[in-house]
């Protein structure tokens, strides 16, 4: 099966698509006889599916014949789909291959699919939903009147001309009854690292925001660190919250900042095997040449949320078993031990069928740092957790990690 080399982690993004998935064979001939029935397409695509699934899946079904029943219906039965395997239609490929730009159109909304609901990751910084206060794991009822049940179909609605309006209604854990949000579609443009420097009782400290992991990422975070490095600063909080993931290389290479010779970044495990990501594999796949070059030069603390997940949950879960600070900010209970992030921890590989549709498949898991940590459906548990405050300018989360970084 051939592979694109772009490793993805993360969730669907409205108006940049799916991410935590890798591509295979995207973009080969896979066009049927002309002879061919739309009966026999169809039978063709359920057994290609079902041979996938048997084959490539991270878990297998236990039962091949209720699987068929459930792909055949495209629910979620609990029999072989997991929350983030998916399918995506023929008329859709072109759009969702192209949305990994950076620079889009919308609301600026993360969702992913949890079981037959759509729910927010979280809502990009500067955007129409982040400023109509929209919040990690709200639920997306319906959007301009339409009930929606999948992400894919809520993507397509959310989408629209710059200017034009989008009705979404949605409901939160804390609310009684659904609400509506009215908002004005923008062009939207992820801005992925942004820093600032605070002065706290005679120390300066460098606050640095990463809101993905794109193509530029690693370049601009190295280049936000060597800035602290010059302006004399050693003290650094590395801001995750509402981070949705992405690309996979721009996070190992972010990591490599940190590491030490003999670190494992993570183990990437499929159903049979298991491969540690450690500095010889960064320097064969990725030309990763020095390692650890801001690891004595700063003391870190990392912050996080339940809008962190996939790339972001590696970054922070390897930091943490590589012996930094992580503070978890929660909407919720303030629970010991307990994970905070999205819990994601899987990707998933997308496989072109007969139709020309796609499937995106489960078929790997990612186990952080080097005591092979696992995220999935647990999240990355801090060493501190605070909660969240309603109040925009009180981030108790923050003034944790500062107080972390001034101790002695």
């Known amino acids: ?20 998935v890798s591509f295979a064979g995207v973009g080969v001939d896979l066009s049927l006889s002309e002879a061919e029935t739309p009966l026999a397409k169809q039978v063709d695509v359920m057994v290609e599916i079902l041979r996938l699934y048997a084959e490539e899946a991270l878990d297998p079904p236990e039962d091949m014949v209720s699987c068929l029943q459930e792909m055949y219906a495209m629910r979620r039965l609990g029999k072989c789909r997991d929350k983030f395997s998916h399918y995506v239609p023929p008329s859709e490929v072109p759009e969702f291959l192209a949305e990994y730009k950076g620079e889009f159109g919308g609301v600026g909304l993360e969702i992913t699919q949890k079981d037959d609901r759509v729910v927010v990751v979280a809502p990009i910084e500067d955007t129409p939903g982040e400023r109509a206060g929209f919040k990690p794991e709200d639920v997306i009822l319906e959007v301009d009147g339409k009930e929606v049940d999948n992400a894919l179909q809520a993507i397509r609605l959310i989408r629209g001309p710059k200017g034009s309006n989008v009705e979404i209604k949605f409901l939160r854990k804390a609310f009684t009854e659904p609400k509506t949000a009215v908002l004005v579609r923008e062009k939207i443009i992820v801005r992925f690292v942004k820093s600032r420097e605070l002065s706290v009782v005679g120390q300066k400290i460098k606050v640095i925001k990463v809101s993905s992991f794109a193509e530029k990422t690693s370049g601009q975070f190295r280049d936000a660190f060597r800035e602290a490095k010059r302006n004399g600063i050693k003290l650094v909080a590395l801001d995750f919250r509402n981070n949705p993931g992405g690309l996979l290389n721009q996070a190992l290479k972010t990591l490599a900042l ?20 450690d500095l010889a594999y960064l320097r064969e796949k990725f030309d990763v040449t020095t390692f650890g070059e801001f690891r004595d030069d700063f003391k870190v603390v990392i912050l996080i949320n339940k809008g962190s997940a996939s790339a972001s949950e590696i970054f922070s879960g390897t930091m943490k078993d590589w012996g930094y600070k992580v503070v978890g900010e929660t909407a919720g209970e303030v629970k010991k031990d307990k994970g ?45 957790t605070v909660q969240e405050s309603e109040k925009k300018d009180d981030d108790k989360a923050l ?9 002695k």
């Open 258 to 277: 940190f590491m030490r010779r003999d670190d494992v970044i993570v183990t990437y495990r499929t159903r049979n095997t298991s491969e540690p990501y």
């Open 340 to 384: 905070v992030t999205f819990g994601k921890g899987v990707g998933q590989t997308c496989i072109p069928l007969l139709d020309g549709a796609l499937f995106c498949l489960t078929t790997f898991e990612f186990l952080v740092g080097n005591n092979r940590v696992p995220i999935r459906d647990k999240g990355v548990v801090p060493d501190v």
């Open 399 to 407: 003034d944790k990690a500062i107080e972390i970084l001034l101790e």
């Open 1 to 20: 099966m051939k592979k694109l080399s772009s490793v993805f982690l993360g969730i669907f993004l409205v108006l940049t698509g799916f991410t935590g």
